[in-house]
């Protein structure tokens, strides 16, 4: 079946559903993020290549919307196959590690701790792409600007750690 014949009643709940669900839960970091001036991140020492503030929020919900409808392109299968039940407990497993990154990064005021997590972070959104490919293709081709984006921020990450001792 194509993706578009999904999209009547109760599909489009669903794709509704996982979409709000990642970008509302992904967006609980937000309560401790704070790149505001005067703000504990805002007098980090950052590398050149740190984008500006004001492109996190925008990059996030786009991010946050693509995952939603990778979820929800796996979740349509039947969550009760196994290798989909596994795909979507991988999906969970990387996502809470997603979220709780900024709780460790900014709530604890710790690089350290958040380039933990996002280092394991980054190898469950490759292993979410790989059993998501086995499972649905196009679900997986949704994430590669994810596990990108985070690439980008696994490094941001390390270069803050190393330049603030």
């Known amino acids: 079946m194509e993706f578009s014949s999904h999209l009547k009643g109760p599909a489009l709940l669903r794709l509704v559903a996982a979409i709000l669900f990642c970008e509302i839960a992904g967006s609980l970091g937000s309560v401790v993020t704070t790149p505001a001036p005067g703000s ?7 590398p050149f290549f740190a984008p500006p503030a004001w492109v996190f ?11 939603g409808i ?3 392109l796996v979740w349509e299968l039947g969550i009760e196959k196994p290798d989909v039940r596994f795909a979507v407990g991988i999906f969970g497993v990387q996502f809470f590690l997603n979220v ?5 990064f900014f709530g604890l005021r710790s690089p350290l ?9 980054w190898w469950l959104i490759l292993a979410t792409i790989v059993v998501f490919y086995r499972v649905r293709k196009g679900a997986a081709y949704l994430l590669i600007p994810y596990i990108a984006w985070v690439s ?3 490094v941001l990450n390390a270069s803050i750690y190393l330049l603030n001792p």
């Open 40 to 46: 504990w991140y805002s007098s980090l020492i950052k």
């Open 57 to 67: 929020a925008p990059v996030w919900v786009t991010l946050f919307a693509l995952m």
């Open 70 to 72: 990778a979820l929800f």
């Open 100 to 104: 709780i990154w900024s709780f460790l």
């Open 113 to 121: 701790l958040g380039l933990i997590d996002i280092i394991i972070l």
């Open 152 to 154: 980008i921020a696994t």
